[in-house]
């Protein structure tokens, strides 16, 4: 069966960088594009970008588009999530999701916590 | 950015009556390919988002068919035609067919009356 498992928990400071990874078993990695979204705390859920493992090929939203990077490894199936500058309000739980169609499947999140 | 707007934002239902959310976009979600690519989830307390329904009506594998999706242009609805105590959740409608970015919903809260 499809898994997505993300890395833990982070405790970030104003200004640092963050990177989360997403490890996927159960289908063929490189076939399917996988999104990055997020969820501040009581708040709607937000798209970040995708990648498409396969080719690299990758695409942002522009709210984020100067501070976030995804990239893959198809070596060990895996994709990153890197957000730079952070700042309080990018407190939320993180998710990656892949397609077809988006969120087929989805991790089981990573909380990112920033906070001086 | 395409806005969808969902109603009700709360929803307490009794265990066995239908249950039905709306939800509107800014722009007509019709692709050029065709489709019309409107997804719903489930987001049950403390768990991560799971698709119940892609593209408007296609209800995904293991979902149970009292779950279904309609709706065209830019009025779409989920709707559940017995309410479960599993069905307790928050709901999401989401658009993938103006992008970037993808857009959701601001969420239905489903809670058993």
């Known amino acids: 069966q499809v898994q997505l498992v993300q890395s833990g928990a982070e405790v970030k400071k104003p200004g640092a960088s963050v990177k989360v990874s997403c490890k996927a078993s159960?289908?063929?990695?490189?076939?399917?594009?996988m999104h990055w979204v997020r969820q501040a705390p009581g708040q709607r859920l937000e798209w970040m970008g995708w990648?498409?493992?396969?080719?690299?090929?990758?695409k942002y939203s522009p709210k984020f588009q100067d501070r976030v990077t995804v990239t893959s490894d198809t070596s060990s199936n895996t994709a990153y999530l890197e957000l730079s500058s952070l700042r309080s309000e990018d407190t939320s739980v993180y998710y990656c999701?892949?397609?077809?169609?988006?969120?087929?499947?989805w991790g089981q999140g990573t909380l990112v916590t920033v906070s001086s | 950015d395409v806005v969808m707007t969902q109603s009700p934002l709360s929803l307490p239902v009794t265990l066995g009556q239908p249950a039905s959310i709306s939800c509107r976009s800014s722009?007509?979600?019709?692709?050029?390919?065709?489709?019309?690519?409107l997804n719903w989830f489930q987001q049950r307390p403390g768990q991560s988002p799971r698709r119940l329904i892609y593209?408007?009506?296609n209800r995904d594998s293991g979902v149970p068919d009292r779950f279904s999706g309609s709706g065209s242009g830019t009025d779409f609805t989920l709707k559940i035609s017995r309410v479960e105590a599993e069905d307790v959740g928050v709901y999401y409608c989401?658009?993938?067919?103006?992008?970037?970015?993808?857009?959701f919903g601001q969420g239905t809260k489903l809670e058993i009356k």
């Open positions: 722009q007509g979600l019709v692709h050029t390919d065709g489709s019309t690519y």
């Open positions: 593209k408007v009506s």
């Open positions: 159960g289908y063929s990695f490189t076939d399917y594009a």
């Open positions: 989401m658009q993938g067919t103006h992008w970037p970015p993808y857009t």
């Open positions: 999701a892949r397609d077809p169609w988006f969120g087929a499947d």
């Open positions: 990648i498409i493992p396969g080719s690299g090929n990758t």
